[in-house]
């Protein structure tokens, strides 16, 4: 019988080369050096100005608070936390927060901060910077710096403060731009907990943008959830387009996400990020999906250092 085609032989072959072969079975996910793709940075300080700002302006109707958890004082904090639930890599969100309501900015802004933790900690932060579609030029002019000078990964975008679409004609300057510098675009996808409408957070407006920009990564965020369907639609048809599973703990993503996760095109698709929920409960919900191991390991990590070039 060939090698080729004894299971036994191959296992020790590649055991004796060093390799690591799959066998079907799963693994813990604190071991696979997790890239949280999509975080805000959880200093206390910006946390604050947060949570102040969406209670005592109505912006929020959800304790972000709790889901949160407490944050942290400074940068030695938040790395051994990283260390702790075996996450290697975070990508810090620079959000603009722009309120429907009120049309202002509600969040601090976290450039310096991101910056200073991504000097401090090579590897460890790296930013997504934003965009104001009302500012086209002042931010075209900002994401240059974020990138070329600040080691920002790309642009993470939270569209519906502004009334306008993911594809509306002023968001195209950023997708142009982004397309030429070689760096993905986040977007929050579905519904939206903020007091905003939720209509033009729906996935399949991608589905012409991925068209236009066929060289651009789109990486939608939040699942797209109620639309999950209309999300995994759009990333099976395009290549260039990815979903990132954030602020869903594993135990409540949608079953057909789940499934399309399990599958080996899907797992090629698909980012990990928290959003800032417990890093501890999402790798303890990834376990309990009974994903393959190298199909786990490209979600967790393997895909984000191909997408952002980690």
Known sequence: ?????????????????????HTGETMNTRDMKAIDCLYPLLLKEWKKTWVEATNSRGELKCQVEAA?????????????????????????????????????????????????LTRKYPGRVYGLGDYDPFNIRA????????????????????????????????????YARCEEMGVPVSMQVGHVLEAMPSEFGRPMQLDRIACDFPDLVLIGTHTGYPWVDEMVAVATKWPNVYINISAWLPQYIAPQLVQYMKGKAGSEKVLFGS????????????????????????????????????
Request: glycine share 10%; aromatic share 10%; with cysteine.
């Open 139 to 174: 931010s075209l002019a900002k994401l240059e710096e974020d990138v070329t000078k600040r080691g920002y990964k790309g642009v993470y975008i939270h569209i519906y403060g502004y009334d306008i679409g993911l594809d509306h004609r002023k968001m195209y300057p950023l």
């Open 275 to 310: 959003n800032g929920l417990s890093w501890e409960r999402y790798c303890e919900g990834m376990d309990r999906l009974g994903i393959q191991e190298d199909r786990a390991l490209k979600i967790m990590s393997g895909n984000a250092r191909r997408i952002f070039r980690i």
């Open 68 to 116: 949160w958890g407490e944050g942290y004082d400074n940068g030695p904090q938040l790395i051994a936390a990283m260390d702790a639930a075996g996450v290697e890599t975070i990508l810090a969100t620079d959000l603009l927060a722009w309120s429907y309501r009120r049309q202002e900015r509600f969040a601090a802004d976290m450039t310096q901060q991101i910056t200073d």
């Open 1 to 21: 019988m060939c090698a080729a085609k004894n299971p036994a032989r191959r296992l020790y072959r590649a055991l004796s080369a060093g390799l690591r072969v």
